[in-house]
């Protein structure tokens, strides 16, 4: 018997549904990690050279993710509704700080440029605001990936601080600068009920 594609669902938004990975989404995003590898090398501090195998996506599914899930943060797939192609990876982790979560993305290579990154982080943004009790969220993109920073201000959050050379790049080993934006609750619900 198949696993339904629709059950566990976190939450949707207009194109994509959200719940926690499976084993049986290993297949699917190493597909695409492995479309994207350079890319995902250059801006995912994840992304040493050890973590493109098979075993590194089994892995992080079973391990990291309930791992994570035990501090407080959520390993979310956002799959297309029509499709059920695997979309968005993310989701959110506790940084430590009481009410503070960080979120991150990364996609599929096919379905670049089309809007899904915003989409997936304001169904994020809402779902950690209505859902959880954390308080702000924290997200951060490094030197010269100006679509990340696009996507960032798209969603509300707001310029912090930048770190200079904080962010080793797996790809050449340079180091580039880390941009970090924050979000409050406050500010969320002050843009909710504007006009």
């Not at 990690?33 to 195998?53: I, P, R, V």
């Not at 700080?97 to 670049?112: K, M, P, R, S």
């Not at 089309?114 to 924290?138: L, M, P, W």
Request: net charge negative; proline share 3%.
């Amino acid at each position: 018997m198949g696993h339904d594609p629709m059950s566990n669902i976190l939450f949707e938004t207009e194109r994509l549904y959200f719940r926690q990975p499976i084993i049986d989404d290993a297949p699917a995003m190493q597909a695409i990690k492995e479309a994207n590898w350079s890319e995902l090398q250059k801006w995912m501090n994840w992304s040493a050279d050890n973590q493109f195998g098979m075993d590194a996506t089994k892995s992080f599914i079973t391990e990291f993710t309930p791992a994570d899930a035990e501090k407080g943060g959520c390993i979310m797939f956002g799959f297309h509704k029509q499709t059920h192609d695997l979309v968005m990876v993310g989701g959110y982790n506790a940084t430590g700080e009481d009410g503070v979560v960080a979120t991150g993305y990364w996609g599929n290579i096919d379905y670049l440029g089309q809007g899904y990154a915003t989409e997936k982080t304001r169904g994020i943004i809402d779902y950690i605001f209505n859902q959880t009790s954390s308080h702000k969220i924290v997200i951060t993109y490094y030197d010269d990936n100006h679509a990340s920073r696009r996507i960032i201000e798209k969603c509300g959050f707001e310029f912090v601080e930048t770190l200079p050379k904080n962010h080793k790049c797996n790809l050449n080993g340079n180091m580039m600068d880390e941009h970090c934006y924050a979000l409050t609750k406050d500010r969320w619900l002050e843009r909710q009920r504007a006009p």
